[in-house]
C-alpha cells in the first residue's frame, strides 16, 4: 500500500480513537448527575455501571469474529454509529435496572468499537514497522481529556440530556467524514515476517500464543480496572470525600486522561528506548504509587496530583498488551485481551461500589494500586517468555 494511504488511514483511525475517548468521557463526567437522577446508592450505581463493562465484554469475541468475517474497517464505522446513538440513552432513565440496562447498550457498542479498531490499528502497526501503537491510545486519551473537559464547562449550564444528545450529534458527524476513509481503503498487509503467529516464516505453537496472549489479559485486566475506577468513581470521591465542586470534580478524570494521553505520545519513545517488559514494570509500579496518594490524600489537590501520576503509569500497559497479542494472533488476539481487559472493568464498579458501602471510597480505591502492582510484577516474572516472542 502506498504510503500515502497508510498515512491516511492513520489519521482515520486516529480519529475513531479520539471519538471514542470523547464520548466516553462525556458520559463519565455526568455519572454524578445521573445517580442523582436514580436515587441509587453506591452500591446499586456499581451495579448499574456493570452494564457497560458487560455489554462490552458480551460483544467482544463475537466482534473479533465479525472482523474476520467483514473487516476491521467495516466494523469498525457501524459500531460507531451504534456508540454516538447509545450514549444519549442514560439521562432518559429514573431508576437503576432502566440505567442499567441501557448501559448494557452502550457498552456492546463501546466493547465492538474497541476490538475493531484495535484490530485496525494492529494491521497497521505492522504495516509501518514502527511501535506506534500507543500514539493510537494517546488520541483516546486526549478524546478523553477533551470530552471531560467540556462536560465540566458544561455542567452547570446543560442538563445531562441535553449534553449528551450533543455527544450524539457530533459522533455522528465525524464518523460520516471518517468513515468515509476507513470504508475506501483495505486494511493493509503485513510483512510476511510480521504475521500473526509467525516469525520467520514459521508458525508457533498454538497453546504457547494462547498461553501469551492469556498473561497479556491480564495485564490488560489489571490497567482496565485502574481506568474503570478512574472513570466511574473519580469525581464522586472528589465531590462526596473531599467535598469539591462539581467542576472540579470533572477535572479530576481530566488531569488523569491528560496524563494518559502525555504518558501515551511519549509511548512509542518508550518502547524503542526500554522495550515492552521494562515499560510494563516502570508502568505498573509508577501507577500503584500515584494511585495511592490519589485516593488517601487529605486535599483535592494533591488527590489530582495522585490522578495525574497514575495516569502516567497506566498509560502504555494497555496498548503493549494489546498490539502485542494482535501480532501474535490477529483479531482474535485482540479479541481476547480485549475480553479480559474489560473484564477488569467489569469487576471494577461493582467490587468498588461494595467496598465503599463496607469501608468507604477512598479505602476502596487503593484497590487500583493493588491491581497495577500486581500488572508490574506479572511484567517482571514473565519477561524471559514475552521477551522471544
Not at 501520576?309 to 485481551?337: K, M, Q
Amino acid at each position: 500500500m502506498p504510503g500515502h494511504d497508510l498515512t491516511r488511514l492513520r489519521i482515520a483511525i486516529t480519529v475513531f480513537f479520539a471519538l471514542d475517548g470523547f464520548i466516553f468521557a462525556g458520559w463519565v463526567v455526568r455519572i454524578p448527575a445521573i445517580k442523582e437522577q436514580t436515587d441509587a446508592s453506591p452500591s446499586t450505581l456499581g451495579l448499574a455501571l456493570l452494564g457497560v463493562s458487560a455489554g462490552a465484554v458480551i460483544t467482544m469475541t463475537l466482534t473479533g469474529r465479525l472482523c474476520r468475517r467483514y473487516g476491521n474497517h467495516q466494523v469498525t464505522v457501524v459500531c460507531a454509529v451504534l456508540l454516538s446513538l447509545s450514549v444519549a440513552l442514560p439521562p432518559l432513565t429514573h431508576s437503576a435496572p432502566a440505567l442499567g440496562a441501557v448501559l448494557l447498550v452502550f457498552g456492546a457498542a463501546y466493547g465492538g468499537i474497541n476490538v475493531a479498531f484495535n484490530s485496525a490499528a494492529v494491521d497497521l502497526v505492522a504495516a509501518l514497522r514502527r511501535p506506534v501503537m500507543p500514539s493510537f491510545h494517546a488520541a483516546f486519551s486526549l478524546g478523553g481529556m477533551v470530552g471531560a473537559g467540556l462536560g465540566g464547562l458544561v455542567a452547570a449550564s446543560l442538563s445531562p440530556t441535553r449534553h449528551l444528545l450533543g455527544l450524539t450529534l457530533t459522533g455522528l458527524l465525524v464518523t460520516a467524514f471518517a468513515g468515509r476513509t476507513l470504508l475506501r481503503h483495505e486494511p493493509p498487509a503485513p510483512p510476511d515476517d510480521a504475521r500473526p503467529g509467525s516469525r520467520d516464516g514459521s508458525r508457533r505453537p498454538d497453546t504457547r500464543i494462547r498461553g501469551l496472549v492469556a498473561v497479556l489479559g491480564l495485564i490488560a485486566l489489571c490497567t482496565t480496572y485502574g481506568e474503570g475506577a478512574m472513570a466511574d468513581w473519580g469525581a464522586l470521591h472528589l465531590k462526596e470525600d473531599l467535598d469539591t465542586s462539581p467542576g472540579i470534580a470533572a477535572v479530576g478524570y481530566s488531569c488523569f486522561a491528560l496524563a494518559m494521553t502525555a504518558g501515551r505520545l511519549s509511548g512509542t519513545a518508550l518502547l524503542v528506548r526500554l522495550g515492552r517488559t521494562r515499560t510494563v514494570v516502570a508502568g505498573g509500579t509508577v501507577a500503584s504509587v500515584g494511585m495511592l496518594v490519589g485516593s488517601l490524600a487529605p486535599s483535592a489537590w494533591a488527590a489530582l496530583l495522585g490522578f495525574a501520576v497514575t495516569g502516567i503509569g497506566l498509560a502504555n500497559l494497555f496498548p503493549i498488551a494489546v498490539e502485542h497479542a494482535g501480532s501474535l494472533a490477529g483479531p482474535a488476539g485482540v479479541a481476547t485481551v480485549s475480553t479480559l481487559g474489560y473484564g477488569g472493568m467489569l469487576l471494577g464498579p461493582p467490587a468498588i461500589g461494595f467496598m465503599a458501602d463496607w469501608f468507604s471510597l477512598p479505602t476502596a480505591l487503593t484497590s487500583v494500586a493493588a491491581l497495577a502492582g500486581v500488572a508490574a510484577l506479572i511484567g517482571f516474572t514473565t519477561r524471559r517468555a514475552t521477551a522471544t516472542e
